[in-house]
């Protein structure tokens, strides 16, 4: 009889309801730390590690986040700094076996920049990709004038792709081809990830 494989958060939730009340538990990265998560409050359980516990339990719920809290995010900051000094295909292959779809630098500069009302367009061009900031709600215009003053003051429209679209077809080529670059003018709101190329007369 063949046994259906469980996942990492099921052996997990499974490990969790061995634990007996009271007990003090040390635990590891990977699946270990996973556990956190599925034991009650009520259980009285003790978490201890070499590696410290701030990343353990589960994530904060959009909203509820304690920005007092030195680790607030539940970020595993010690491991991710270890997979970072790993080459690059040994990272991936760790970081899908841990679970992690992206290291939580980004995830926390994304909260700080959504946060202050901020986002941010891009510049793609052969050999260079530039990130620009704006604040939410600007337009075409006041992007083209982070790039140069030049550009905003001779803006004739700015040609635009939408980050998902951009990354699916690859460039800007590609993007005419699928449909999903598209020309606006300056009173176009910038949408958080845009890649766009500025035409100007000046």
Known sequence: MLERKLSREQIAERAAQELPEGAYVNLGWGIPNLIAAYVPDSAGVIFHSENGILGMGPRARPGEEDFDLVDAMKAPVKLEMELEDLPSADRQVFMRDLGLTEFSRSQALRTIYDAMGR??????????????????????????????????????????????????????????????????????????????????ST
């Open 119 to 200: 986002m941010v367009f891009f510049t793609v061009g052969e050999d260079e990709c530039r990130a620009w900031g704006l604040s939410k709600g600007d337009d075409a215009v006041t992007g083209a004038a982070q790039i140069h003053t030049d550009l905003a003051r001779g803006f004739v429209r700015a040609e635009v792709v939408g980050y998902e679209d951009f990354r699916r077809v690859g460039s800007m080529k590609e993007a005419k081809t699928h449909g999903v670059y598209r020309l606006e003018s300056k009173t176009y709101k910038v949408q958080d990830g845009d890649i766009m190329h500025i035409l100007s």
